[in-house]
């Protein structure tokens, strides 16, 4: 059972999006908030998998409730996902940065909201990964979000290299396996490695980093 905690200053969003995931035999909504002061108490309280986060709330926004959760020890395993209403908005780019694992628009189809936590809950790939590169590109070519070399890289192999680039692009452990015909779990293990040695919470932060550290070009294809 994949248990959730719903975090929205509205009301009726909150209730939508509940009557989704509780229809669900392998979701439950264990709680609800309605600013991050609320949230980042039931996370502590309640360890759920998945937290779906709106970024604009008062009191504590999403943006830093989703900061203080990745930097809490206790809270490792619990994965935020923004829900925002535009799927081009800047603070996506600072959650993602600080630590959250992906994000949705408000509209997304059920079926895909589903489909979504589900992917969140694995820790396996990006949430929509199309737009997220996409934002990820957009905001990580301004100069002020380019970052000097990183020393941590120079421990990554080149087939380290290779995978982190395959990552960027959106690649499924199943696709990155594929194109560099290796079995899927040699991909996951290059995989989890990159992210221990970089020390990157989750495959959202390594894209980040792929960008920020010139690996990856915004536009530039990753075969």
């Known amino acids: 059972m994949i248990r959730i905690l719903l975090v929205d200053d509205q009301h009726l969003v909150r209730a939508g999006i509940r009557g989704i995931l509780d229809d669900e035999d392998d979701l439950h909504v ?4 309605a600013e991050g002061h609320a949230a980042l108490a039931a996370c502590r309280e309640l360890r759920p998998d ?5 970024i604009r709330m008062p009191a504590m926004d999403g943006l830093e409730a989703a900061r203080r959760i990745a930097a809490d020890e206790e809270l490792t395993a619990v994965r935020v996902v923004m829900l925002t209403t535009f799927d081009l908005d ?9 630590g959250a694992t992906g ?3 408000k509209d997304t189809e059920p079926a895909e909201l589903v489909h979504a936590v589900r992917v969140a809950a694995r820790g396996d790939a990006l949430i929509s ?3 997220t590169r996409r934002l990820i590109a957009e905001f990580a070519d301004r100069p002020d979000h380019t970052r000097t070399p990183d020393r941590r890289l120079d421990a990554l192999t080149s087939r380290e290299r ?16 594929g194109q560099l015909v290796v079995s899927p779990l040699t991909a996951k293990t290059h995989v989890s490695r990159i992210m221990a040695k970089l020390g990157a919470r989750d495959r959202s932060q390594v894209v ?13 294809p990753a075969d």
Request: hydrophobic share 50%; proline share 4%.
């Open 30 to 33: 264990v709680a609800e908030a």
């Open 50 to 54: 998945v937290v779906l986060m709106d």
């Open 90 to 98: 800047e603070y996506v780019y600072g959650a993602l940065r600080r």
């Open 103 to 105: 994000f949705l628009v």
């Open 129 to 131: 990964p199309s737009v």
């Open 162 to 177: 290779e995978v982190m680039r395959l990552v960027a692009a959106g690649r499924t452990n199943d696709e990155i396996a």
């Open 208 to 220: 980040v980093m792929a960008y920020e550290y010139r690996m990856v070009s915004p536009g530039q």
